[in-house]
């Protein structure tokens, strides 16, 4: 196993002397696990980290934001456009273990998650109430709902009810200098300003860590149909 970078060995010392309840994996047979995602492109991490909580990632990014080391953000690792794969190596930074489902408001048609909710987890929880989240990523039962924002991931629904970006009422908002910004809120006309959720929805972790999400849901239709249609030729508009 080839040497860590010695910044980066003391990037980890001081990351677990000041965040010890923070997950912080460098062995081997981690740094593999997180080394690549569905685009089929591989990079090993030289330490992943999963923090459970917004306190965990602060602290983190308090220690990290002092190092010229790279982190990249990841959920499920089911992209296939590779923007989870830590190209430049440092920390890969896991969104898997915040994952609650934080609240559901079916008056005010709202729902506030972590970013690793699994997508057709809170589909089933929120249909048994009677609730509707419409992005259905065909991956939705095994990718993440930071994912999907970061991605702005959206299967056939989106001809009726969009993509994830037009789910998204808020989110919070992690820099990389640990700096945490509230954009949107918990309101459906929420137009003063520039819209930077639509910044993030599709940033594919570049811009910022998402670790909370307001997401706009519907009540659940009675009735569903999906049509098929066959085309002999397909002409571009
Ligand atoms: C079988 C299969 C079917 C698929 N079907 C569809 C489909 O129908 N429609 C579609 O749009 N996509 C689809 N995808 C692609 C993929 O599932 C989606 O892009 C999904 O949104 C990725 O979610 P993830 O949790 O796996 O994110 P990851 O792959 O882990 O990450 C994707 C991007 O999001 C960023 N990211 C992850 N979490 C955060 C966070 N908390 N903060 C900031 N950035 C973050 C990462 O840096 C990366 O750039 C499919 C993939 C597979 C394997």
Not at 82 to 101: D, E, K, Q
Request: charged share 20%.
């Amino acid at each position: 196993m080839e040497k860590q970078p010695e910044i980066l060995q003391e990037l980890i010392r001081k990351t677990r002397a000041a965040c010890p309840s923070l997950w912080v994996w460098d062995d081997l047979e981690s740094r593999l696990n997180f080394a690549t995602d569905r685009s089929g492109n591989y990079a090993l991490p030289d330490a992943v980290v999963l923090p459970a909580s917004e306190e965990e990632l602060s602290c983190f990014l308090e220690v990290a934001h002092r190092y010229p080391v790279p982190i990249t953000p990841q959920g499920a690792r089911t992209g296939m456009s590779g923007g989870g794969v830590p190209v430049h190596g440092g920390i890969a930074l896991s969104s898997l273990r915040m994952n609650r489902i934080l609240s559901i408001d079916p008056e005010n048609r709202l729902v506030v998650v972590e970013p690793g909710v699994i997508t057709g987890t809170l589909h089933r929880i929120l249909e048994k109430q009677g609730i509707f989240y419409p992005p259905d990523p065909a991956s939705l039962d095994i990718c993440t709902i930071g994912g999907n924002i970061a991605e702005d991931a959206g299967g056939p629904r989106a001809v009726k009810y969009g993509v994830t970006h037009d789910a998204i009422l808020g989110m919070t908002v992690y820099l990389s200098n640990g700096e945490r910004l509230e954009l949107g809120g918990k309101i459906h006309k929420n137009v003063a300003g520039y819209r930077l959720t639509g910044l993030l929805a599709g940033s594919e972790g570049t811009l910022g860590i998402i670790t909370r999400a307001i997401l706009r849901v519907i009540p659940l239709p009675e009735t569903r149909c999906l049509i098929f249609a066959f085309f002999r030729r397909f002409r571009q508009p």
